[in-house]
């Protein structure tokens, strides 16, 4: 569509050229196509261009301008043009419309690529858990979300770094050294995976706490070097001084957790680039810190060390603790510095929460107070957050629900419902494996992502609602008519009825939704994207002949429209984390 736009916003400039010239030479290409917007109601037309903007300019009433322009205006693919209030209403001529199917099938896969990001490159900081604690419901968002950004990104030709900057830091690590030397065994460990240390890390915090509230009954402090706090602390301490024995239970650990993790990311289709970690960034700090004292960006406060960040309306930024050691923000501003380094990247993306926001706002700040030019290359892009409905799933670790068993249980509920319709197809648990987590990931993308959300396991699973296994269906459908015709040829195409033009209109949106998408860091947008295609897919589908025409030309033509979609959906599928479904 926007290739449409184009020669009609010339045409419009042209016909202003014809009763203003001067003006005329002042009017901006691409101004004028972004002013073309999609009406409302299809008796308004299928574009229209409002002339409020140019009254003032022009020196005449916006009614009078439409005229104006309509007098003189010509385009092929406009049919008609009306004027209505101030409105250029466009009808777009289906003759000029119909080859445009063929651009589709021509390109592909390239279809709807906007080029705009050759050359350049985006480093996206996504998912990234906490080695040990469990991977639950709370980071769907950064792992679905971050991902489906990264994918938009290399649809547009930016090349993308994926990092997993994993939680692997830290003095929980103290902790659960300590709770598996008192408690745990190897054998237990590789048996129960990260449920094992979940459970040893839950433990042992439990153990502290009661440590420290029967101190406080007595009117005491904990011991400072017998107690589990203290002890722990020691552990994590040894791990910063290098200890092998601490440091080669920390990598059996990680590697625990990795694996558990690769399950989610294989079932979502996700890979990283990079799994650097906090850990790789801790001998990058002090370098950093020295950095910040040169320029006199410390402040000593209750012993611990900051960057004062009032000025800016915001908390101080915590570098250094009171006893030396480094915090979450002191990694990210070494990870930041780094990443930088490596990559040369032209914008960095980090995918969190909301409740990170500020973080990000001091971190980027405190970036531009130690004069880092591309601080403001840096984009935090946040989520709200996600509760299930009622407590309905059973969770292993008390009060989350881990993603593990999210999934799970979807896909458990589609394995009955292919049962009950008897759908006998050969790879049954890949396809229920599909459309279980597809049904999560759409649930989830298809609202603004800053939304908080309820999840209604029911809704998402649903095969009449505006949910994936819905979207999916239609996708297998369209392949299901494409395998009972042999290959398609190049041919003349053409529109007949409304549903035809309906679905190439829709069809013709998905560069523009992907720009869209890209410029506000919103998959969302591609998810509603694909319900339009699959809505007006349907109507399509119900109310034209598709395989049973006579006419062999109409035939062959609803067959390339049929075909546009698949390649459409199938594109656009891969923007948000959702697998093609040939067959359901
Ligand atoms: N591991 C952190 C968490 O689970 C998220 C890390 C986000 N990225 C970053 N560079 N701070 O909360």
């Known amino acids: 569509m926007l290739e449409i736009k184009k020669q009609i916003a010339l045409k419009i400039i042209e016909s202003v050229a014809g009763f203003n010239p001067d003006a005329a030479q002042n009017m901006v290409l691409a101004d004028v196509c972004n002013a073309l917007e999609y009406p409302p109601d299809p008796n308004m037309g299928d574009l229209a261009f409002p002339c409020f903007k140019l009254s003032r300019i022009l020196r005449s009433s916006p009614v009078q301008i439409a005229q104006n322009i309509l007098s003189r205006f010509s385009c092929v693919y406009v049919e008609k043009a009306e004027n209505v209030n101030g409105y250029l209403n466009l009808f777009l001529s289906l003759s000029a419309l119909a080859p445009k199917v063929g651009e589709i099938l021509e390109k592909g896969d390239e279809y709807g690529r906007p ?18 604690k469990p991977f639950h419901i709370g980071h769907l968002g950064t792992t679905v979300i971050g991902h489906s950004i990264k994918m938009i990104h290399e649809f547009a030709g930016y090349k993308c770094v994926g990092i997993n900057y994993l939680g692997d830091w830290g003095t929980q690590f103290g902790k659960l050294i300590l709770a598996y030397r008192m408690w745990g065994s190897r054998e237990q460990v590789e048996q129960g995976g990260i449920d094992e240390l979940v459970s040893l890390y839950v433990r042992i915090n439990l153990a502290i706490e009661e440590e420290k509230k029967a101190a406080a009954d007595a009117g005491q402090e904990v011991d400072p ?5 203290a002890k722990a602390r020691m552990e994590f301490h040894k791990m910063e001084q290098g200890d092998a024995e601490n440091l080669s239970i920390w990598k059996w650990f990680i590697q625990i957790s990795l694996k558990e993790y690769e399950k989610t990311y294989r079932q979502l289709g996700i890979t990283f680039e990079s799994y650097e970690g906090e850990s790789s960034v801790t001998d990058k700090m002090p370098a950093q810190v020295q950095k910040l004292r040169d320029l006199n960006l410390l402040k000593l406060d209750q012993g611990a060390s900051i960057v004062d960040l009032s000025e800016y309306n915001m908390p101080p930024f915590l570098i250094l603790k009171s006893d030396g050691s480094t915090l979450y923000a002191t990694r990210d501003i070494a990870a930041a510095v780094y990443r930088k380094e490596k990559y040369h990247f032209d914008k960095s993306i980090y995918v969190t929460s909301a409740q990170q926001s500020q973080h990000f706002a001091q971190l980027f700040k405190v970036l531009e ?14 989520y709200g957050t996600v509760s299930l409905e009622g407590a309905k799933l059973a ?6 629900v881990l993603l593990r068993d ?21 790879n049954e648990d890949e396809v229920a494996e599909a459309v ?11 609202n603004n992502r800053i939304k908080d959300i309820d999840f209604v396991m029911e809704e998402a699973l649903s095969f009449d609602g505006n949910t994936g296994p819905y979207v999916q269906y239609t996708y297998a459908r369209c392949c299901s008519v494409l395998r009972k015709v042999p290959e398609i040829k190049p041919q003349m195409y053409r529109i007949t009825e409304p549903e035809e033009k309906d679905l190439v209109m829709v069809l013709l949106k998905f560069e523009e939704k992907v720009r869209q998408a890209l410029n506000d860091y919103e998959p969302s947008v591609i998810a509603r994207y694909i319900l339009d295609v699959a809505t007006a897919f349907n109507r399509f589908y119900h109310n034209c002949q598709i ?3 006579e006419d062999e030309k109409v035939k062959l033509s609803r067959l390339s429209l049929v075909s546009a979609t698949r390649t459409v959906l199938g594109s656009a599928f891969g923007l948000i984390c959702l697998k093609k479904t040939e067959k359901i």
Do not use: Q
């Open 225 to 229: 070097v017998n107690s589990l706090a």
């Open 406 to 426: 999210l999934f799970a249980a979807a896909i458990d509920k589609v394995k009955a419902v292919m049962k009950e319709k008897n759908t006998e197809l050969e």
């Open 436 to 446: 279980g987590v597809g049904a999560v990931v759409f649930y989830y993308l298809s």
């Open 395 to 400: 969770t292993r670790t008390g009060n989350v």
């Open 115 to 132: 080029r705009i990001g050759e050359g350049k490159t985006v480093v996206l900081d996504y998912s990234s858990p906490n080695v040990a």
């Open 547 to 549: 395989l049973s025409t």
């Open 369 to 382: 107070l130690m004069g880092y030019e591309w601080y403001n290359e840096l984009v935090h892009v946040p």
